[in-house]
């Protein structure tokens, strides 16, 4: 069995300021783990995905995250929020390297980019 | 590259009639096809998953004589839901994943009204 827990529903930062998107994971194997982005009208995007190698994941737009065993947890970090990263974000966790296989998503958490 | 597309992007029906969504993989073989449905700021759930030639898999609880799904080549899967009512009012979203690409690829989305 495998389940994600995002802690924030909805999170609110100044431009140019830190983001941090929380995220807890629960799986009785070796979990892949992914963050995808939701534009509104847009298709799930794939910012970044971890399959047992390097512990700290870098992805596309600043985004970033680090996989810590022991914390169950697959925190998303950017240094410094823009205006474009508004959005929706999914943690989602795949008992597949490649996600080919069942995706279990989080409830999401909605970000807010404010002047 | 890894483009899905869904078609249509948003429908309305009235109740008892059924409609049929489109999922296109266009620029790879999509050897497995998943479709998930989207409530109002909540997560995706998995509704089904398909392979090209086969008979999908549906999640515990999705009656699969209501949500027909059917993947007759390695391109294109169709989700058609039978004699819709308003419970079934929802955000559709189908993925595809290939040999090759390995990770899930999402479409756009359709949105179902059903009156």
């Known amino acids: 069995a495998q389940s994600v827990t995002q802690l924030d529903s909805h999170v609110s930062v100044s431009e140019g300021t830190p983001v941090l998107l929380r995220c807890n994971y629960s799986?009785?194997?070796?979990?892949?783990l992914f963050w995808y982005v939701q534009h509104p009208n847009k298709g799930l995007q794939l910012l970044l995905k971890?399959?047992?190698?390097?512990?700290l994941v870098k992805g596309i737009n600043g985004f970033e995250a680090e996989f810590k065993k022991s914390e169950t947890s697959f925190h998303l970090t950017k240094p410094s929020a823009h205006m474009s990263d508004a959005a929706e974000y999914f943690c989602?966790?795949?008992?597949?390297?490649?996600?080919?296989?069942?995706?279990?998503f989080g409830t999401g958490t909605r970000l807010q980019v404010t002047l | 590259g890894a483009v899905v597309s869904q078609h249509p992007s948003w429908v309305i029906c009235k109740s008892g009639t059924s409609v049929k969504i489109e999922c296109r993989s266009l620029?790879?073989?999509?050897?497995?096809m998943f479709w998930y449905r989207q409530f109002p700021k909540q997560s995706l759930m998995l509704m089904a998953t398909?392979?090209?030639?086969?008979?999908?898999?549906?999640e515990q609880g999705v009656e699969k004589d209501k949500f027909l799904i059917n993947h007759a080549s390695l391109t294109l899967s169709t989700l058609t839901v039978t004699s819709a009512h308003p419970e079934d009012s929802s955000f559709y979203i189908c993925?595809?994943?290939?040999?090759?690409?390995?990770?899930?690829?999402f479409g756009p989305g359709t949105r179902l009204t059903v009156l």
């Open positions: 993925s595809a994943s290939g040999r090759v690409k390995g990770e899930q690829f």
């Open positions: 799986s009785s194997y070796s979990p892949s």
């Open positions: 971890y399959t047992s190698a390097a512990t």
């Open positions: 989602v966790v795949s008992p597949d390297t490649g996600g080919a296989s069942k995706l279990t």
């Open positions: 620029d790879f073989q999509a050897t497995t």
């Open positions: 398909s392979n090209e030639g086969s008979k999908a898999t549906y």
